[in-house]
């Protein structure tokens, strides 16, 4: 495998369901990142995790919760999510360097993706 | 508030003609620009990055452009193919600040044959 893989690439689950989607990147990274894509809005930033600690978790509902064991790995655990959560769920890695005290990301590698429906 | 914009949802242009990507800043801090390109069912790849301390950074058929004092920026494609036709994103980011790489809405392009 090469790159960011993401599975499953689909997933239909009830409002009461408990799932997980999971993220696994190949490329050396120490970042990783969820995304969230509706439609017709813009890539929305939900979880950011650098060396496996959350550095940003921006105002993301408690129905989703992350988990990043490892560098390689990243997860996303959902329970009792709405209808309205259903998107594109994207995962995303890159290498961050610290410079002056913060970090510098460098270009971002997503996974495919993915498709989530909740009824 | 929109912080990245492309206000222009898509784009249609003839197979061999230039494709002109625009897309808008408000946030003057921003330092880094970059476009992503996503096909259906697939996640969103890198194309092209430019640095806000350049104006202009070109790789093969894809140019970007940076104005600062207008914060735009613009990906140009020369000659457009088919296979260009897919969703672009423009995106921002604020090296070494707690603001990871913001978003615009993606703008469709589709290059007919």
């Known amino acids: 495998e090469t790159g960011v893989t993401q599975t499953p690439r689909h997933l239909v689950m009830g409002m009461t369901n408990k799932k997980s989607l999971k993220c696994e990147q190949h490329l050396g990274h120490n970042a990783m990142y969820w995304y969230k894509q509706s439609a017709k809005k813009p890539l929305e930033l939900m979880f950011v995790?650098?060396?496996?600690?959350?550095?940003e978790n921006n105002s993301v509902p408690s129905r989703f919760s992350p988990e990043c064991p490892n560098s390689s790995h990243l997860f996303l655990h959902l329970h009792t999510l709405q209808p309205e959560d259903s998107a594109l769920y994207l995962c995303?890695?890159?290498?961050?360097?610290?410079?002056?005290?913060?970090?510098?990301?460098?270009?971002?590698?997503f996974g495919p993706g993915t498709r989530l429906t909740v009824l | 508030d929109q912080q990245v914009k492309q206000n222009s949802p898509s784009l249609s242009v003839q197979e061999g003609r230039i494709s002109i990507l625009n897309c808008d800043y408000t946030n003057s801090m921003f330092d880094y620009f970059l476009w992503y390109k996503k096909y259906p069912a697939e996640g969103p790849t890198f194309l092209i990055s430019i640095s806000s301390i350049k104006d202009k950074n070109e790789d093969g058929r894809f140019t970007v452009f940076l104005n600062k004092s207008a914060k735009h920026l613009s990906l140009h494609i020369v000659p457009s193919q088919p296979g260009d036709s897919a969703v672009y994103f423009c995106a921002a980011l604020l090296q070494g600040g707690s603001e990871k790489l913001v978003f615009g809405k993606g703008m469709k392009l589709t290059v007919n044959p």
């Open positions: 995790y650098s060396l496996e600690e959350r550095v």
């Open positions: 995303a890695s890159s290498q961050d360097r610290p410079s002056g005290g913060a970090r510098i990301s460098d270009t971002q590698y």
